[in-house]
């Protein structure tokens, strides 16, 4: 289980900052540098959730494993284990995904990602993921599809381009590609998204009961 969660965790890191470093080869505008990122994350996201739900529940998230863990659904030595996969996968991710373009393994990110606006973009698109994940308890192959989904589309209308993941938000630290982040930005990104994972968890107890039938 928790080698699942390392490279599921790492397969995404790939997808993300491999995007990002294929975009600028390709000298695409930054337009399509988004789509280009939003695409290939959307389908590593959908990829690595079909791959691992039936042997870690496909977490590759901290976020995520907190909420299972406040819902009781993991314990805490597990969860301490997937938190500690998840961000080591993530760095080791963006490491191969730095040198399959001939880049530093681990380079340090200058890209500052700041302002009350990326703060509250990273509340909505964590929130939100995890609404959806808690919406359909019983149905892996919708999870499969919405959560690819819902980042795919909130890559490309937020302002903070949806990290949406603490382990992949210190991952994006070690590299000089677009997708970066400064180490002096993640403190605030992680932050956000504690913050909407607990709104996510609020919504799905309060609007969309998951013990309800319909839900499951």
Do not use: C
Request: glycine content about 8%; cysteine-free; overall charge neutral.
């Amino acid at each position: 289980m928790i080698s699942m969660e390392f490279l599921g965790t790492g397969i995404l890191a790939v997808a993300i900052v491999g995007s990002g470093h294929m975009a600028i080869d390709l000298q695409a505008d930054s337009g399509m540098v988004l789509f280009i990122n939003a695409l290939a994350t959307a389908i590593g996201l959908a990829l690595v959730i079909k791959i691992g739900m039936k042997v870690s529940g496909s977490h590759f998230n901290p976020a995520v494993t907190l909420v299972m863990l406040l819902l009781k659904k993991i314990t805490p030595q597990l969860a301490f284990f997937y938190i500690s996969a998840q961000i080591i996968g993530a760095i080791a991710g963006v490491g191969f995904a730095n040198l399959l373009f001939d880049q530093k393994a681990l380079d340090q990110s200058s890209i500052e990602r700041t302002g009350s606006n990326l703060f509250f973009s990273e509340i909505f698109a964590t929130a939100i993921l995890l609404w959806i994940i808690l919406r359909f308890p019983k149905r892996d192959d919708l999870i499969a599809i919405y959560v690819p989904l819902w980042i795919f589309g909130a890559i490309l209308f937020t302002s903070s381009t949806s990290f949406a993941n603490p382990a992949i938000t210190i991952g994006r630290i070690f590299t000089s590609s677009v997708v970066g982040i400064s180490p002096e930005s993640v403190i605030a990104f992680i932050a956000a998204q504690l913050i909407g994972a607990s709104l996510g968890l609020l919504a799905a107890k309060n609007i969309t009961n998951t013990n309800k039938e319909g839900n499951e």
